[in-house]
């Protein structure tokens, strides 16, 4: 008997129009039927594909912290958009705040459309918020963000590494006592920076000393007033911070020099992002270049790779990034 809608309607007795629905995932039918109609599909040897034609970018927000007060996200959309056009796919974009009561319901409607595969932003995620996306229906990769605990195809940032360069440029120019800008909403890439800063202290025989770890907020207002909160409280400074990124260096350096410390003379600065802002703050802000349009483009490639060739390989690629020596450091071996 050759296998159709109607036979499985007939083998599992739901009618031929909740048998085509569940076997396209809509929405309005149980996750247990959809499951007994796929078991039966399979049974049978029935193929139902559906050609994907479009990739949703889907922005997974915990507060907007990061993602709204960057430039890094608009020049990654950028780069989905310009792959996604080349290999004539759609591009569409979903926001799901999490706080939002029907957020559950949104990931599942996205997951389960076997007509769209999905590239998630998931720079503001921590590791409860990936189990919401565990057994995806469709082709997924997770952008900016990786999992301790489920396997995702990911694009990342290589933030240890690259934390630890810059770090070891401080120590290689002359600088001892290295403080830690830390942004207090701790998102995945933060701690992994956390970690290639200690890193290249231990490595060349320092210790970091928790005084000199300064915990502010993560946009340029918060991370200035809470700069401004600490230097109320001591003058006892390192003579160069690392910053978690480039939003929370130009706010604590505004606050430093509003204070009267003078950047580098007097305190060295590193970024990590290389943000347009960078570019024109007095003095130009030494970072780290993160390829921003490229892990875009590579995510929506990686992504077409499991479209044509279904590889069931789950992958994680880590982009390196290129340091940008500009002005904010100082060079104490020359004195």
Sequence with gaps: MKASIKVI????????????????????????????????AETLGYSNKVRISKIKFVIYKKNGLIINDSPFFPAVIEGVERQAKSLQYETMFCNLNCDSPDCEEQIRSILDDPGSAVILLGTEMTEPDFQLFKDPKCPLILLDGWSETITFDSVLISNTDSACKAVEYLIENGHKKIGYLRGRFRIKAFSYRSIGYKRAMTRQGF???????????????????DMMEHLEKTRDLPTAFFADNDVIALGAMRALQEKGFRVPHDISIVGFDNIPFGEISSPRLTTIHVFKQEMGEIAVRRLTDQIKLGSKVKTKIQVCTEFVERESVRNLNKE
């Design 9 to 40: 309607s007939e083998m599992t007795g739901f009618s031929p129009a909740t048998v085509s629905n569940a076997l396209n995932r809509k929405r309005g039918v149980s996750r247990d039927t959809i499951t007994k109609v796929l078991n039966a």
């Design 207 to 225: 210790v970091p000393e928790p005084k000199y770890t300064v915990t502010v907020g993560t946009t340029i207002e918060t991370a200035y007033r």
